[in-house]
């Protein structure tokens, strides 16, 4: 049975602030690893690999902030920048593969970003039990992973808030990519966030089935838009580009339309005129802080790292002051506390 940690060494992951083959981008170098699955690892040979999901690197989402993750893991250990690298797969059949060029040249860390790497990532675990890895939005039961998730439906949440204190049509909309676990807890949260504050106001939701086509999320964000809302916030990785692409086109011509982003601050990507916030999710502080625990010794395998709320884990982007009022910043804020409290239980399933 995993042990569940709130957040991971709470001093450490105190997140203050506020990728076979055909699939890669960039060779592995080869070469021997500091102690391997052993003890610490003189930081000045540490290395550390990381493969994506179908959505790529540059997603402007979740794998992109895992990968900033690791490049400041770089920066703060002065490490050679072949130490840090990055696989990038095509489909899944990529995953295994690329999981294993890591482990088997003794890395000694490897990351698997996204839940649809879940069961991979646990075959390569098993046979590989002195290999280290550690893996984002999915749970993999073994000794030798370390499992970060987190509290989506909190953050979601709270963009619920913002959509429905903002919306003039009382019509908002949610894009998904892959209906999994833990894009229904972004749909669950968001709707809740929504009703808490105006259970009038409609919530339309499409699920595209991908996350990494951005035309099928233009397409899905045409749809909802068409049905006269307002406000449309996706969880759909690179599809979501294609929301932002739909909000522009549609603001161009005069509608007053806007987006709400995810994983990252998305106002930086496509711009404060159509991203009214974005739910973050400090992947890139998880990684960060994960992948020094295991340089240092510490490294939690067998452990689920839980980040919501509470632990600075989630929450809106600082940039949110840009569009939102001062007063839905401040109704935020009392719900964000109502949260942390146990006073209200935002719905995951």
């Not at 808490?196 to 099928?216: L, N, R, S, W």
């Not at 739909?246 to 404060?272: A, C, H, M, P």
């Amino acid at each position: 049975m995993k042990k569940v940690f709130s957040a991971l060494s709470v001093a450490t992951l105190s997140l203050s602030l506020v990728l076979a083959g055909c699939g890669t981008t960039q060779e592995a170098p080869q070469g021997q690893a500091g102690e391997g699955a052993g003890g610490e690892t003189p930081a000045a040979t540490a290395r550390v690999g990381m493969v994506t999901d179908v959505g790529g690197v540059n997603d402007n989402s979740f794998n992109q902030s895992a990968w900033e993750g690791l490049q400041a893991l770089r920066t703060e250990l002065n490490l050679p920048e072949a130490n840090v690298n990055y696989l990038q797969s095509t489909s899944d059949a990529d995953y295994v593969p690329n999981l294993n060029q890591f482990v088997k040249d003794n890395w000694d860390l490897t990351w698997g970003i996204g839940f649809l790497m879940g069961d991979h990532l646990k075959k390569v675990a098993d046979e590989n039990p002195n290999a280290k890895l550690a893996i984002i939005d999915a749970e993999v039961d073994a000794p030798n992973v370390a499992s970060v998730l987190f509290k989506e439906h909190e953050g979601a949440f709270l963009a619920g808030v913002v959509a429905a204190k903002m919306s003039q049509s009382k019509k908002v909309g949610f894009v998904g990519g892959v209906e999994i676990p833990v894009i229904k807890r972004f749909e669950l949260g968001f709707e809740a966030g929504v009703k808490a504050v105006d259970p009038e106001v409609q919530v339309i939701k499409i699920y595209t089935g991908f996350f990494d086509k951005p035309d099928e999320g233009k397409s899905a964000a045409a749809q909802i838009y068409g049905q006269g809302a307002d406000i449309i916030f996706h969880a759909a990785g690179q599809t979501g580009d294609g929301v932002f692409n739909e909000g522009k086109d549609r603001k161009s011509k005069g509608e007053n339309v806007w987006v709400i982003g995810v994983d990252k601050d998305q106002s930086l990507t496509f711009g404060d005129d159509i991203t009214l916030t974005s739910m973050v999710k400090r992947v890139d502080e998880a990684v960060l802080r994960v992948s020094k625990d295991a340089i240092d010794g510490n490294f939690p395998g067998g452990s689920i790292v839980w980040l919501g709320l509470a632990e600075d884990g989630v929450g809106l982007a600082e940039t949110s002051s840009k569009n939102v009022p001062e007063d839905v910043l401040a109704l935020v804020e009392e719900y964000k506390q109502k949260i942390v409290s146990g006073e209200i239980n935002v719905p995951a399933e």
